[in-house]
């Protein structure tokens, strides 16, 4: 596997690879817990939470 | 040779990328096949925002930077096409897709850094494009099917591309461009079936172009011979597709030898156990094949050795497959064909119980369809999937009923999509003025709300706004019988219309328009076989 993210027929001048995202654990929760979502279940996205309201 | 960059745009960032884009990934294979310099770099797939999207644009230097897709993709074609102008400003664009053919003009408009829209299909104007390009020249109007800008300003559209015939000539995708092994058979769950479930290296294939039916909600993409070019109200060249009485098709289809050789080349090089077909409706080609294209291309999956053979933990060998039916059009004996052969699920777009709703649609079905069609696809050992859609325009408290009442009796589980007027269908054009006021008049943003047709953008339901068809769509899913009643006491106060007159708010012009068609559906459906038939549903002319 490789981890160019551009795949073609000619070797381009810059490799272009990805940077692998490592998964944390915050993110996994976030995505399992989604799929789950309805009845009792309710959870923060941390990363949608605007922490100064005043700007809203 | 031209040095072309494609970029596949994300699509459903809700959901994992699922599907390789098949379009795309067959222009990369004509492209090369003509000789040209190709890179595929797969937004959707990679997901790995702007900062290596910029990347890629810097790698080399691009003649060509193409990109395109469904309608669903705009916020990320606008982004790319930006940040292509900004980061390699000598790339010619081109951009194409059910999204640019569906409103050419308003497109070049909203993206000024597009040099050329390819309006409809790709095969033959995308490489005429990228040789012109690579010659030195830019008088795009030259070649048909493209939108291009005048040179002291405004849009050129040139003539209309006709539909390409000869599909088998068209080479496999180009799969091998795309993150197989890192993203797309990670994702090759479907989970519509126990098969579909397991499959662990699915890829898609489609087979056909077209459908022959009329639903007043679905667009074709400009690739089904849905699209015609007329004057608009400005006097300009534009796109036109279904209105009422103005329906054109032109059904193709691949030989079941290209679609067995295909198959058998990914299974190949890829090692596939799932296939699934993208074709919008795989019934409408076998009826209008005289029931051959069906049978055919089961026969092809024996003789290749992929009907699936069961291993005891579950998994298979061979390939399972799956694929969209028809509620009228599919068979017993097909389907029971289809099963043996290794089909496991089956899209059925029922949309509706109400046979006064089914008949406005032009689906061709009825509720007594719909029913037989979900009986003989679970006899043959498929699994249906039952799709739903609630906010038609004469969506009413009686329609609601009757399709809580399948649900329950026939053990649906269903969130129902909302009727939503994508551009290119019937009902975009219809409401088209209605949809443009729901936005402050401002269409691209109504083009920014689109995704999925499970949240709620533009209604075009008579009887229910965006809130309450959401309301009863929610106490749909509990079952609420009397939630429901409560409110159509409310609803019928509210809109002066008293008990046991219909809850309806349609006028009976309109349902009469809808209905004038439903007819004509109906009696082709009934001896629809060849393409005469087909013809006249559509008012089409013949092509096999
Ligand atoms: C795969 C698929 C998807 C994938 C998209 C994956 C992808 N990246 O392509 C997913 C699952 C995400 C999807 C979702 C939806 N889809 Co969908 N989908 C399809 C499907 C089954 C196949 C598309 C395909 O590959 N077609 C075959 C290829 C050859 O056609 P093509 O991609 O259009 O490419 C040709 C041209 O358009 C052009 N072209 C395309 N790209 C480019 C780029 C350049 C540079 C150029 C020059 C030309 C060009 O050249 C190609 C060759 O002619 C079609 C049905 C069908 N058979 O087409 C429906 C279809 C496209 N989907 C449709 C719909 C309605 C939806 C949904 C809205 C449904 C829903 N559940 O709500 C959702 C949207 C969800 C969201 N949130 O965005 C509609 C139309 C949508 C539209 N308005 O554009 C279709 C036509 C089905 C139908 N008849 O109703 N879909
Ligand atoms: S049957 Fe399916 S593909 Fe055909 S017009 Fe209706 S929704 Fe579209």
């Given at each position: 596997m490789s981890n160019d993210v551009l795949r073609g027929n000619f070797k381009t001048r810059d490799k272009v690879e990805i940077k692998q995202a490592e998964e944390t654990l915050e993110d996994r929760f976030e995505m399992e817990a989604k799929k789950r979502l309805g009845g009792s279940i309710a959870f923060v996205s941390k990363k949608k939470v605007m922490w100064d309201t005043d700007k809203k | 040779m031209a040095k072309i960059l494609l970029i596949n745009p994300t699509v459903r960032e809700e959901d994992v990328p699922r599907h390789v884009p098949y379009g795309i990934a067959l222009l990369a294979a004509i492209a090369m096949e003509k000789g040209h310099l190709v890179q595929v770099y797969d937004e959707n797939a990679w997901r790995q925002g702007d900062e290596t999207t910029k990347a890629v644009c810097v790698a080399d230097d691009w003649d060509i930077i193409g990109y395109g897709g469904i309608t669903t993709t705009y916020a990320s074609v606008k982004r790319i096409a930006r940040i292509a102008r900004e980061y390699a400003p000598q790339a010619v664009q081109v951009m194409g897709g059910g999204l640019l053919t569906s409103l050419p003009r308003e497109m070049m408009s909203w993206i000024p850094q597009v040099d050329v829209g390819c309006v409809g299909e790709g095969f033959i104007t995308f490489p005429e494009i990228c040789d012109m390009i690579d010659r030195g020249g830019r008088e795009f109007w030259d070649i048909k099917g493209t939108v291009s800008r005048k040179p002291g300003g405004g849009l050129i559209m040139s003539q209309m591309r006709p539909l390409m015939h000869d599909l088998d000539s068209l080479p496999f995708p180009a799969w091998e461009l795309f993150p197989l092994e890192e993203v797309y058979f990670k994702n090759s769950q479907a989970l519509f079936s126990e098969e579909g479930m397991l499959a662990s290296r699915r890829l898609d294939i489609n087979a056909s172009y077209g459908c022959s039916l009329i639903c007043r909600f679905c667009y074709h993409l400009g690739i089904a011979g849905d699209m015609r070019y007329e004057k608009d109200a400005n006097g300009d060249l534009n796109v036109a597709f279904d209105q009422p009485g103005t329906y054109t098709r032109d059904i193709r289809y691949h030989s079941p030898d290209y679609v067995g050789a295909l198959v058998k080349h990914a299974y190949d090089k890829f090692n596939i156990n799932f296939v699934g077909f993208l074709d919008e409706n795989l019934m409408t080609m076998d009826k209008f094949s005289g029931r051959t294209w069906m049978n055919d291309i089961c026969n092809k999956w024996h003789d290749l050795g992929f009907a699936p053979k069961a291993k005891d933990d579950g998994t298979w060998t061979g390939i399972h497959w799956s694929g969209t039916s028809h509620a009228t059009l599919c068979t017993k004996g097909v389907l029971k064909t289809m099963r043996e052969a290794g089909c496991s699920h089956l899209v059925y777009?029922?949309?509706?119980?109400a046979p006064h709703v089914l008949k406005t649609i032009?689906?061709?079905?009825t509720r007594e369809s719909n029913l037989r069609s979900f009986f003989w696809t679970l006899e043959a050992g498929i699994r249906p999937v039952p799709n739903q859609i609630i906010g038609f325009p004469n969506e009413d408290f009686d329609s609601i009923r009757m399709n809580m009442n399948a649900w329950d009796d026939l053990g649906i589980q269903v969130r129902p999509h909302f009727a939503t007027p994508y551009p290119g269908s019937e009902w975009f054009t219809t409401y088209r003025e209605r949809i443009s006021g729901q936005y402050d008049g401002n269409m691209e943003r109504f083009i920014f709300d689109l995704g999925d047709a499970s949240s709620i953008s533009a209604v075009i339901s008579h009887n229910f706004n965006a809130v309450e068809l959401l309301g009863l769509r929610e106490a749909m899913l509990q079952l609420n019988y009397r939630r429901i009643d409560e409110y159509e006491q409310i609803w019928r106060k509210n809109h002066q219309i008293p008990d046991g007159a219909p809850s309806t708010l349609l006028s009976e012009n309109m349902t009469g328009a809808f209905l004038r068609d439903a007819d004509k559906v109906k009696s082709a459906i009934k001896d629809s076989e060849r393409q005469d038939a087909v013809a006249e549903v559509t008012g089409a002319g013949g092509t096999h």
């Open positions: - | 777009g029922y949309e509706s119980f032009g689906k061709g079905a």
